[in-house]
């Protein structure tokens, strides 16, 4: 039994994909917690158990790990919340869970950065890797997918490289750090909770299958897309002032600021670069495949209002 969390998001769904595609019929079966079933896929919902309701939920989680050999683990972002609230706080229920029902093995979506200067002071991937402590304190066997930032961050900002060429991040222009597809840190998952011969704790880098600046993206999306598109480096306050303006909690705010600092003073450089098992799509890949149609589907949509 293998019971998955956020099945309907951007790692989950291409997750759920796979595991149902791998797992021939007896050999595994598969759980999901969800809060809306209707977002399932139809052609998904009669391979799975579903549980409906939240993972951060006590009562949910202990019914849902219930049997459970293994357990996929996301904790769904929250800006409403401090971050030590949106992780750990949000993981309690999950880790008493895990122990209460002998859960043997857990994956979890986490981040790069343990053992850097950088760790401690990291906002947001400082609060990422408290969690991967907590699961690792309830006993099970765990490894924690350590990523860089993901390709599809980009997404939000079709809008602005469809009309202005241009899409904005905080560190320098030339700062080379790993990036990486969700779909294949969907696949990475996918091999551990299949082949469950891993014991113990550690961290399993998801890297992509290279290091790229802001300058280099530019230069991939330009000819990838046929048009010029630019790199706007935005000051760290202006980021702070425009999330606050959001309404957005101030300490997530905070650690969302910390976060990309570290960013821009290497916090995603400190792990060796090896050859990465299973699948690394490359960026040039990821916009054939994802950004150019999202731009296209984008521009069609203005073009008929």
């Known amino acids: 039994m293998i019971?998955?969390?956020?099945?309907?998001?951007?790692?989950g769904r291409h997750l759920l994909s796979l595991l149902i595609e791998a797992v021939?019929?007896?050999r595994e079966e598969l759980r999901v917690i969800v809060r809306d079933p209707a977002r399932l896929p139809g052609g998904v919902r009669g391979r799975v158990e579903v549980v409906v309701g939240s993972h951060g939920d006590?009562?949910?989680v202990e019914h849902a790990f219930a049997g459970a050999d293994a357990v996929f683990w996301l904790v769904p972002p929250d800006a409403s919340v401090p971050p030590d609230d949106a992780y750990s706080g949000f993981t309690h229920p999950a880790a008493r869970a895990f122990a209460a029902q002998g859960v043997g093995h857990v994956v979890g979506v986490s981040a790069l950065g343990r053992g850097t200067p950088q760790a401690t002071r990291a906002g947001l991937?400082?609060?990422?890797?408290?969690?991967?402590?907590?699961?690792?304190?309830?006993?099970?066997?765990?490894?924690?997918?350590?990523?860089?930032s993901f390709f599809e961050n980009l997404l939000e900002e079709v809008d602005a490289?469809?009309?202005?060429?241009?899409?904005?991040?905080?560190?320098?222009?030339d700062r080379r750090a790993p990036m990486v597809a969700v779909a294949d840190i969907a696949a990475a998952a996918a091999g551990l909770l299949l082949d469950r011969s891993w014991s113990g704790v550690g961290d399993v880098p998801v890297l992509g299958p290279q290091d790229l600046s802001p300058d280099d993206l530019a230069r991939i999306m330009t000819e990838e897309l046929g048009r010029p598109v630019r790199y706007r480096r935005q000051p760290l306050d202006e980021l702070r002032s425009t999330m606050l303006g959001y309404g957005l909690n101030e300490a997530f705010v905070e650690a969302m600021v910390d976060m990309k600092r570290?960013?821009?003073?290497?916090?995603?450089?400190g792990v060796a670069r090896s050859p990465q098992a299973g699948?690394?799509?490359?960026?040039?890949q990821w916009c054939d495949r994802t950004l150019r149609p999202a731009v296209r589907?984008?521009?069609?949509?203005?073009?008929?209002?």
């Open 58 to 60: 006590a009562a949910t």
């Open 24 to 26: 021939p019929a007896g």
């Open 161 to 173: 490289i469809r009309d202005d060429g241009v899409f904005t991040d905080t560190v320098a222009p």
């Open 297 to 305: 589907t984008t521009q069609g949509a203005v073009g008929a209002r």
């Open 262 to 269: 570290a960013k821009d003073e290497g916090l995603d450089s």
């Open 125 to 148: 991937v400082t609060a990422s890797l408290a969690m991967d402590d907590l699961i690792a304190g309830s006993g099970v066997a765990y490894r924690a997918l350590a990523c860089p």
């Open 279 to 284: 699948p690394a799509t490359t960026f040039a």
């Open 3 to 11: 019971v998955i969390t956020g099945p309907t998001g951007n790692i």
